[in-house]
């Protein structure tokens, strides 16, 4: 037995999902745990993409992402054409990609507002943890008095 239940799987997906949007430039990631009130998958990936390049190119990624790291395809697409709201639907985990007007009108979140949400940030840079954040050293004072 492997320990991994499929809430496990999805909260997995979800936030594979959000990384692989979030490197395409989407903003504010939101993972909605939706099993508690919408009882047909588990959770909800919300993010903004700028403009319809953009929305094809974070779907894109994020079907590239997961098929690649977990082996999986959506069961359907819906929106591709419009590039307005596209919704790439894996079964437990539904990414819905946003143009700006598209989620100020459906408002998803507020919809979900009693749901849980699933922490998710951004992964660090590379070289972030190795910053030097000391202030420097003053003109002169790497010279040897003498």
Same mark, same amino acid.
């Given at each position: ?5 499929a809430?496990?799987d999805?909260v ?7 990384e ?6 989407a ?6 745990d939706?099993?508690p ?5 588990d ?13 094809k ?10 098929a ?14 419009a590039?307005r709201?596209?919704?790439?639907d894996?079964g437990?985990?539904?990414v819905h ?7 100020s009108?459906?408002r998803?979140e507020?919809?979900?507002a009693d +749901?849980d #949400? %699933? $922490? =998710?940030s *951004?992964?660090a &840079? /590379? @070289? +972030?943890? #190795? %910053? $030097? =954040?000391? *202030?420097p050293? &003053? /003109? @002169?004072a790497? #010279?040897?008095d003498g």
């Amino acid at each position: 037995m492997s320990g991994i239940t499929a809430e496990d799987d999805a909260v997995e997906l979800a936030r594979l999902s959000a990384e692989a949007a979030d490197a395409k430039g989407a903003t504010d990631p939101v993972l909605v745990d939706v099993r508690p009130v919408l009882g047909i998958c588990d959770v909800f990936v919300l993010v903004t993409a700028a403009n319809d390049r953009q929305v094809k190119a974070v779907t894109d990624e994020v079907e590239a992402r997961v098929a690649e790291v977990l082996g999986r395809r959506p069961r359907s697409v819906e929106g591709a054409d419009a590039r307005r709201w596209v919704l790439l639907d894996y079964g437990d985990v539904v990414v819905h990609v946003f143009q700006p007007e598209e989620r100020s009108t459906y408002r998803l979140e507020r919809l979900y507002a009693d +749901a849980d #949400r %699933i $922490d =998710w940030s *951004p992964p660090a &840079p /590379p @070289g +972030a943890d #190795r %910053i $030097d =954040w000391s *202030p420097p050293a &003053p /003109p @002169g004072a790497d #010279r040897a008095d003498g």
